[in-house]
């Protein structure tokens, strides 16, 4: 302290040096849980077996599409669908128009897809529809033995069905493909979501999987038995994927990851177009993250079930959005090295260490996930908008963090799609 009284610089790097070394100690253990996903997940990869080969059509599907007002593109999505390499006869397409107030029922009915109508605005989203449609094949007697979930928006690569046969045969009762990002090159946007995809949708899950975790289900080409879900329903909640893949772990049901069920969806080319949609997702997560990690850590604490999976489980609630964990990792970048300016010494030298080491992880996981999946130089290149997009979703993120009230659901827009197409449809 000065003469005068007031806090020399020394004094305040001292200060804040224990804050900074917290900080600090958490986003490095969040990026090395990410690192650790990231080489495990390459290793995965590299012993992962080829494509499958001509499937037998012994699992028979029905493939559930929930469409809310998607009469513009959805014929897109069902023309995919109905032209996949499996036997035709052992898989169907069925469409819930729900709530519609648009001609999707009749685009659906015009691609040869099976269409159900279904007008309940008493109890709206994708989770009402799902259980609505199940129940209704059900009741109809209709026998299958696995159920996929796809969006309307949505896109499959011809062998989807032949990768999920043989991940249902080897004894998957629950399983996602590499749910990835259509027309990537279309815009910086898309091209920063399809970089976010690779490591969220593939990279991790392949990490996860290699080190006997669950690799998560993420709202689109997901896969399930028909034992699996015959007592099992979907909620109304934001993310109601992450929230049933939680309760399927609490259950001892592991998620198997596909990587060779590709499918690609629709993303928004500009920012503004995914507010609503990203607001959904994280207001989810956060909320999904109070009410289940204190019932993982009991179950990791008691040692019942698959600890690794249980400990996994948690990790991956704790980690936010990358963007999000790349303006912390600056954050403490910063900080650390105005300590040691303000107050050098050998513990804050080693903690400036680990802060370029947890950079480096950090920097190195995002190239991983892009090597992972071979992205084209496009989504490089867009990689240039990064600081927009990290400043965009930081500020998004800590509103929805520090905002209780509900966010509602409400239809991200869809790109632009002539409609001539449609109307020689229908």
């Known amino acids: 302290m000065t003469t005068s009284g007031r806090v020399g610089p020394r004094a305040i790097g001292r200060i804040a040096s224990g804050p900074t070394a917290i900080a600090s100690t958490a986003v490095a253990g969040l990026t090395a849980y990410l690192a650790l996903l990231s080489v495990c ?19 028979r599907f029905a493939i559930l599409v929930p469409a809310h007002d998607e009469e513009v593109g959805i014929h897109r999505a069902l023309e995919s669908m109905l032209a996949l390499d499996y036997p035709r006869d052992a898989y169907e397409v069925h469409v819930v128009a729900d709530n519609c107030s648009d001609r999707t029922i009749d685009v659906v009915r015009a ?25 209704r094949l059900v009741a109809q007697g209709d026998r299958f033995d696995a159920f996929v979930i796809v969006d309307a928006d949505t896109t499959l690569d011809p062998g989807f069905l032949a990768e999920m046969e043989r991940a249902i045969t080897n004894g998957a009762s629950s399983a996602q493909g590499f749910y990835d990002v259509r027309d990537a090159e279309q815009s910086a946007t898309a091209g920063l979501r399809a970089a976010a995809l690779a490591c969220r949708h593939h990279l ?4 996860r999987g290699a080190i006997g ?33 939680i309760e399927l772990l609490l259950d001892g049901h592991l998620v198997t990851y596909v990587p ?32 289940y990690l204190p019932k993982l850590a009991r179950l990791l604490v008691a040692r019942r079930g698959t600890r690794v999976a ?27 090295l105005a300590v040691l300016v303000l107050a050098p010494s050998r513990g804050v030298r080693r903690l400036t260490l680990v802060n370029a080491v947890s950079t480096a992880a950090l920097v190195g996981h995002v190239l991983a996930g892009l090597r992972s999946v071979a992205a084209p130089p496009s989504v490089y290149r867009s990689m240039a908008q990064a600081p927009r997009m990290l400043v965009w979703k930081v500020r998004l993120w800590l509103g929805v963090l520090g905002d209780d009230a509900e966010v509602a659901w409400s239809r991200t827009e869809r790109n632009a799609v002539p409609t001539a197409d449609v109307d020689e449809r229908v």
């Open 204 to 207: 991790r899950p392949l990490g």
């Open 41 to 59: 997940g390459l290793r995965a990869q590299r012993r992962s077996p080829g494509r499958a080969t001509v499937p037998r059509g012994d699992v």
């Open 111 to 135: 691609t040869g897809a099976l269409g159900h109508e279904r007008v309940d605005p008493a109890q709206p989203g994708k989770g009402a529809a799902l259980n609505w449609l199940h129940d």
């Open 310 to 336: 249980t400990a996994d489980a948690i990790a991956d609630q704790l980690v936010p959005p990358v963007s999000v964990l790349v303006a912390a990792q600056l954050a403490v970048d910063v900080a650390a």
């Open 213 to 245: 975790g669950s690799c998560g289900l993420f709202g689109n080409g997901m896969v399930f038995t028909a034992p699996l879900l015959a007592d099992r329903r979907w909620s109304g909640h934001l993310t109601e994927d992450l929230e049933f893949q």
């Open 260 to 291: 060779g069920a590709r499918l690609e969806a629709e993303m928004p080319h500009e920012l503004e177009a995914s507010v609503t949609q990203n607001q959904r997702w994280e207001k989810g997560r956060i909320q999904v993250a109070r009410a």
